[in-house]
């Protein structure tokens, strides 16, 4: 019966596909994804290559951060003001294996994550117990704790003290080849989060943000999902981590386990949208194409206050996120050009 | 031996008294209003740069009065305008609330670090008193004495000021059941408005009597201060005024009994608020004081 339903599915994929494709977001969908496959072919030069290209990986790094941040948050109701935590355990854990224990890189980097996963739950039951902003602070208060043990000078000898660990081998020598690593994870990573969304689990997680009460008394144990949630985008955030680390080269206690880091996944889940696992990419992108553009006329020093003041605009004046909007003036206008 | 434990307590006063004077006001803002403000360490840390700021312009030379009370009324109305302007639209979603004091709070951190970088500032001229007296071999700031008697008296007349007037009765009112006290004729809205001020001035008050005798350790300070009353409300009970001065006091101890007697001390000394959270939530989440429902 489920091999039928599967045969059944696989060869109705191709229609599928092409009905799919002939929607709005489905043909938009299609089009980013062709203009990302050209883009790193667009100019043989060395610097668009390693500078450029590299910001686009490293947008792509951010956007399956912020979208793990939506999972916990948008998804299933639980404010997370502390997932630096699972970003930088993943990325120390993935540095560690490959620095000292000479792990091949693929070993540490899955080693990582599930480190992250573990986090996830041991950070994740004890929080459980509590709602809104509690957990919000709960989170935030976990992940000073790390910082500051990992920052401890008198601890250095496990945690390496605030120098963290440097000299790490790149995913990928050549930037192209990086560049499609990480892009075909961020697909992959993606289109789970949104079956994940779609499913009847991501229905619970939905029914638990908005009613948990309701959820519990309709027969649904709240605090395994809500554990469940955490260790799934534990799990997320810890790939995008280890990613991040490989990236980078390094790890270090700010650098990885900054609140900077968790005011980074809200901020960009936020500009897109919270809910919208999408809007978490489009924000990410718009968030490394701003810091970039600052860096490059000379605005460094400001670069957080900017952000700090989109954060309080998005938040205070639209809600919903940009992508939505931007979303509907779009369809309007392909409507208008398919002539509707 | 006895300059240590003589250490210990007065330090542990001392945190208490500070910590007392800032986690009071957040504790009333979440009791009134359910308002989780994320932006009261900053508070305080903008307090202190406000004086350093003003101190170094020659307008208010000789004129450290006024650069008080200029500092402490800037900070009351930046409480305000923080409820009207971004609170009071978002109040019915939390997470809205959580990440715009958030956003408040890292604007003025980064507004702070690109004026003043992360040094370390001191400003020693506003002390009210100056010198000091040597207990059992322990030297004990004047300063710090004077703080932690005049931090009473403003608990104490806090406390006076809650039970016996009437802007503190309906402040009271609107915490037990808002809805009621609506009912009732009293604004609510304005009432969290002026708590939020309050909560704002009472971590205004915290800083100019305690930075003079220690030091602006960067704008990263806020944060500390945050996570401290946050710890200090989560012992005592949010919303529990009682609640929050005794967290305030134990939390204090705890502090200065780590960094003196425990070795590699003041580094640890740092994670005890963060661990008091945990321990606190793991076991009793609504606290020492607080009511049973933690929402």
Not at chain 1, 276 to 290: H, Y
Not at chain 2, 38 to 62: C, E, K, R
Request: include cysteine; aromatic fraction near 14%; glycine fraction near 10%.
């Amino acid at each position: 019966m489920i091999k039928q339903n599967f045969k059944n599915k696989v060869s109705e994929l191709p229609n599928y596909i092409k009905s799919w494709a002939k929607t709005f977001t489905g043909g938009l969908t299609l089009f980013t994804l062709i203009a990302f496959i050209f883009l790193p072919f667009l100019s043989p030069n060395q610097n668009f290559l390693y500078v450029f290209v590299r910001q686009f990986t490293l947008a792509m790094i951010y956007s399956i951060f912020a979208a793990s941040w939506d999972l916990l948050t948008g998804i299933s109701g639980q404010i997370s003001f502390g997932h630096s935590i699972f970003f930088g355990i993943a990325g120390y854990l993935c540095a560690y294996l490959i620095s000292y224990q000479n792990f091949p890189i693929w070993v540490a980097f899955i080693i990582g994550a599930l480190g992250a996963v573990f986090f996830g739950l041991i950070i994740g039951v004890p929080c459980l117990r509590l709602k809104g902003p509690y957990l919000a602070l709960g989170t935030l208060a976990f992940s000073l704790i790390l910082l500051k043990l990992f920052l401890m000078g008198s601890l250095a000898f496990i945690f390496f003290g605030s120098e963290g660990i440097s000299g790490l081998p790149r995913i990928a020598p050549n930037p192209i080849i990086e560049y499609f690593i990480i892009f075909i994870s961020m697909i992959a990573i993606f289109i789970i989060i949104f079956q994940i969304v779609k499913s009847k689990f991501g229905t619970i997680l939905k029914a638990i943000r908005d009613d948990e009460m309701g959820a519990d008394a309709s027969g649904v144990n709240t605090t395994r999902y809500k554990a469940y949630a955490f260790m799934l985008s534990a799990l997320f955030a810890g790939i995008a981590g280890s990613f991040y680390a490989l990236y980078i080269g390094a790890v270090n206690p700010s650098g990885n386990f900054g609140s900077v880091i968790s005011f980074f996944a809200i901020l960009m889940a936020s500009l897109g949208g919270l809910t919208t696992i999408s809007g978490s990419a489009l924000g990410a992108f718009f968030f490394i194409f701003l810091e970039y553009s600052l860096i490059q006329i000379g605005f460094e020093n400001y670069v957080f206050l900017i952000f700090s003041i989109i954060l309080i605009i998005v938040v205070r004046f639209a809600e919903h996120g940009i992508l939505r909007p931007v979303l509907e003036r779009l369809k309007d206008m392909w409507d208008i050009l398919l002539g509707r | 031996m006895v300059t240590d434990i003589i250490n210990m307590l007065f330090n542990g006063t001392l945190q208490g008294a500070v910590l007392a004077l800032i986690s009071l006001g957040y504790s009333l803002v979440y009791g009134v209003g359910g308002i989780m403000n994320l932006a009261h360490g900053a508070y305080f840390m903008l307090t202190g740069y406000l004086l350093l700021w003003m101190l170094s312009w020659p307008i208010f030379a000789g004129l450290s009065w006024l650069v008080v009370i200029i500092t402490l009324g800037f900070i009351t109305i930046l409480g305000g305008l923080t409820y009207i302007l971004l609170i009071k639209p978002l109040q019915d979603t939390h997470v809205g609330v959580v990440l715009i004091t958030f956003g408040l709070a890292f604007f003025i951190e980064q507004l702070v670090l690109i004026i003043s970088g992360t040094e370390s500032w001191s400003i020693p001229q506003l002390r009210l008193i100056t010198g000091s007296i040597e207990v059992f071999g322990y030297t004990m700031i004047n300063q710090y004495i004077l703080l932690i008697i005049i931090s009473l008296i403003i608990v104490l007349s806090f406390a006076l000021f809650i039970s016996k007037t009437k802007l503190g009765k309906s402040i009271r009112a609107v915490s037990q059941d808002r809805e009621a006290a609506t009912l009732m004729g009293i604004n609510g809205n304005r009432i969290l408005l002026y708590t939020v001020m309050i909560s704002a001035f009472l971590a205004g008050v915290g800083a100019y009597l305690y930075l003079p005798g220690a030091s602006i350790n960067g704008p990263h300070m806020g944060w500390e201060y945050l996570t401290s009353s946050f710890a200090v409300v989560i012992l005592g009970g949010m919303g529990s005024l009682i609640g929050s001065i005794v967290g305030s006091f134990i939390v204090g101890y705890i502090t200065s009994f780590t960094s003196v007697f425990i070795p590699n001390g003041p580094s640890w000394a740092h994670l005890v608020p963060i661990i008091v959270i945990v321990i606190m939530l793991l076991i009793r989440p609504q606290g020492l004081f607080g009511k049973e429902e933690v929402r």
